[in-house]
């Protein structure tokens, strides 16, 4: 999670793609608690590196522009496939979505877990 804007300075004939998740959508790829990565700017090879290669050579394989969009796509909706779902995850938004909306939200699994971990 970034709380700023970021700045990317590219080399000459480098190319770079940035995914931007909604909150809580990095957690469902990366079962990890995303407070590791607050205010962080983190490679993925770092943090899954057999993605970071399959990304890699998908890129490399695709013609520029959309091609490659959907390519990062149709790979991040498998991988989400493939990850399954969380259970703690799907009962915190049972409990958010049951909760009158006037009431604190309950906290998220991903928040407990970085509130334990400080």
Do not use: K, N, Y
């Not at 969380?86 to 938004?93: C, M, N, Q, S, V």
Request: charged residues 25%.
């Amino acid at each position: 999670m970034q709380r700023s804007f970021l700045v990317i300075a590219g080399e000459q004939d480098t190319d770079l793609v940035g995914i931007r998740f909604r909150p809580g959508g990095a957690h469902a790829l990366l079962r990890r608690p995303l407070c590791e990565f607050t205010d962080l700017v983190v490679e993925l090879a770092q943090v899954d590196p057999g993605l970071a290669l399959e990304l890699h050579e998908r890129l490399l394989a695709a013609p520029w522009g959309l091609a490659r969009v959907e390519a990062v796509e149709a790979l991040l909706l498998r991988r989400l496939d493939l990850a399954g779902r969380d259970p703690r995850i799907e009962a915190w938004a049972l409990r958010l979505a049951a909760a009158p909306a006037t009431s604190a939200s309950p906290a998220s699994p991903a928040a407990s877990a970085c509130r334990r971990s400080t």
